[in-house]
C-alpha cells in the first residue's frame, strides 16, 4: 500500500509541525507556500498565549527538538526597545536573563541606525525584573562595522554577515577583549541567519552571549526559515512555491488548484487524501478583510476559494457587528486576531456546522485562538495527526 498523500498549504510553524507529523507518521507530505507570513517576521519569543497554560506534550517538544530553533522552558528577554519580559521560550540565539539575574551584563554600542544602546541600557536598568533582581546592564563600545554602509543596511542583512566564519571569529575576539569585568553580553539581533551561528559564537567566548527580540523581517524569521526548509530536507517533504486559487473536494479526495494569475508551473493542481490549511490569520493575508465602498459592505474572506466557513466569536465571521458587515469600531481591533477558519478541537474544518472530512485548519488561520508560536505548533500537530490515515 503507498504512503497517502497529504499537502500542507502554508510554511509558517503551524504548516511545519503538520508537515513534520505527517512525514513521521509515514505521509507523502507536499508542502505549498508563496510569500512570507507571520513566522517569518517573528520576534524570536515564543509564547503560549492562555494563562496558565499546560507544558506541551511529547509531540511539541520533540517537533521544537527536530526543528533545533527554540528552546522552550520559562525565559526572560529583553526587547530592542528596553522592556523585559516573560516568554515560554525563545529562539536560542536570544539572550535569556533569568540566569543573569543579579550579574553584570555589557550592551554592545554599535554604531547602527536601527539600535540606540544608550537609551536601551538606562530603560533595561529601570525595569521592575533589574530592580528587584539586582541586576545591572552597562553601556560597552564594540567596534562590529568594518564599512560605512553596515550603520545603514537592515539587521537582516547585518546578522546574515556574521554567518561567515572569518567575520564571526573577528566579533568574538571584540567581546573578548571589552567585555572583561562582565558577566555576559546583550547584543541587537546580529547574530546570524542560521541557528548555529550564536552557539559557535558563544564556544568561541568565555561568557553568554545573546541577542534582544528582533525586529519584524529580522534575524528571527530568518533562522526560522533556515531552520524549516533544513527540516523539510531531511524529512523529505516536498516543496511547492506558489499561490493557492481554489481548494476543492473531488470524491473521496482533497484538490488544490493553483492561482491562474500566478507565475506559470508544471502543474495546475495537486490531489491528496487530505490538506491542512495553515494559512494565517489576517495579519499574514491568510484571511483579507473586504470593503465594497459602493454598497458599504464590509466583511472577512479568504483570498481563496475553498467550501469552510469563517467564524468570529462563535458567529459567522463574513458578516456581524452592524448592518453593513463585520464592525472594527464596535469589535476593536481585537477582531483582526479573532476570526479565523472554523474548526473543531481537532482541527477539522467546519462549514454551516457540518464537519468536512479530510480538511484541516491549523495556527493562526483557525477562528479564536491565540495568535502565538506555542499554539501555532500544537495546533498544527493536532492538525496533522488528523490528516493521517485511521488505523
Excluded: Q
Amino acid at each position: 500500500m503507498s504512503a497517502p498523500h497529504v499537502v500542507v498549504v502554508g510554511a509558517g510553524v503551524a504548516g511545519t509541525a503538520a508537515a513534520w507529523v505527517l512525514a513521521r507518521g509515514g505521509a507523502r507530505v507536499s508542502v505549498i507556500h508563496d510569500r512570507a507570513g507571520s513566522s517569518a517576521l517573528a520576534s524570536g519569543a515564543v509564547d503560549a498565549g492562555v494563562a496558565g497554560a499546560n507544558e506541551p506534550d511529547a509531540d511539541a517538544r520533540a517537533f521544537t527538538d527536530a526543528l533545533g530553533l527554540w528552546k522552550l522552558g520559562k525565559t526572560t528577554l529583553a526587547t530592542r526597545e528596553g522592556v523585559v519580559r516573560e516568554a515560554f521560550g525563545a529562539d536560542r540565539a536570544l539572550l535569556d536573563l533569568e540566569p543573569l539575574a543579579g550579574k553584570h551584563i555589557a550592551v554592545a554600542d554599535v554604531p547602527r541606525d536601527d539600535w540606540d544602546a544608550p537609551l536601551l541600557v538606562p530603560a533595561l536598568s529601570a525595569s521592575p525584573w533589574a530592580e528587584r533582581s539586582g541586576t545591572r546592564f552597562s553601556l560597552v563600545a564594540v567596534s562590529a562595522l568594518r564599512r560605512g554602509h553596515e550603520r545603514r543596511i537592515t539587521s537582516h542583512d547585518f546578522a546574515r554577515l556574521h554567518d561567515d566564519p572569518e567575520r564571526l571569529d573577528a566579533l568574538a575576539k571584540l567581546l573578548e577583549e571589552a567585555g572583561r569585568g562582565h558577566d555576559a553580553w546583550l547584543t541587537g539581533p546580529w547574530l546570524g541567519t542560521v541557528t548555529d551561528t550564536a552557539s559557535r559564537l558563544r564556544r568561541a567566548t568565555s561568557r553568554p552571549v545573546g541577542e534582544t527580540t528582533s525586529f519584524v523581517g529580522g534575524a528571527a524569521g530568518a533562522r526560522f526559515e533556515n531552520a524549516r526548509d533544513a527540516l523539510f530536507a531531511a524529512r523529505s517533504i516536498e516543496t511547492v512555491r506558489g499561490r493557492v486559487g481554489a481548494i476543492a473536494a473531488r470524491g473521496e479526495s482533497w484538490v488544490v488548484r493553483f492561482d491562474a494569475s500566478g507565475d506559470r508551473r508544471e502543474r495546475d493542481e495537486i490531489e491528496a487524501a487530505a490538506v491542512v490549511m495553515a494559512t494565517g490569520g489576517v495579519a499574514a493575508g491568510g484571511i483579507a478583510f473586504v470593503w465594497d465602498p459602493e454598497h458599504g459592505a464590509r466583511g472577512f474572506r479568504l483570498p481563496f476559494d475553498a467550501p469552510v466557513g469563517l467564524a468570529l466569536d462563535g458567529e459567522p465571521g463574513d458578516g456581524g457587528g452592524s448592518l453593513y458587515g463585520a464592525s472594527l469600531e464596535l469589535g476593536g481591533l481585537g477582531v483582526l486576531e479573532r476570526v479565523g477558519i472554523d474548526a473543531n478541537v481537532s482541527g477539522t474544518a467546519r462549514c454551516a456546522g457540518e464537519t468536512l472530512k479530510g480538511l484541516y485548519v491549523a495556527g493562526d488561520a483557525v477562528a479564536a485562538r491565540p495568535r502565538t508560536a506555542l499554539e501555532a505548533i500544537e495546533s498544527g500537530i493536532r492538525a496533522g495527526r488528523g490528516a493521517l490515515p485511521k488505523g
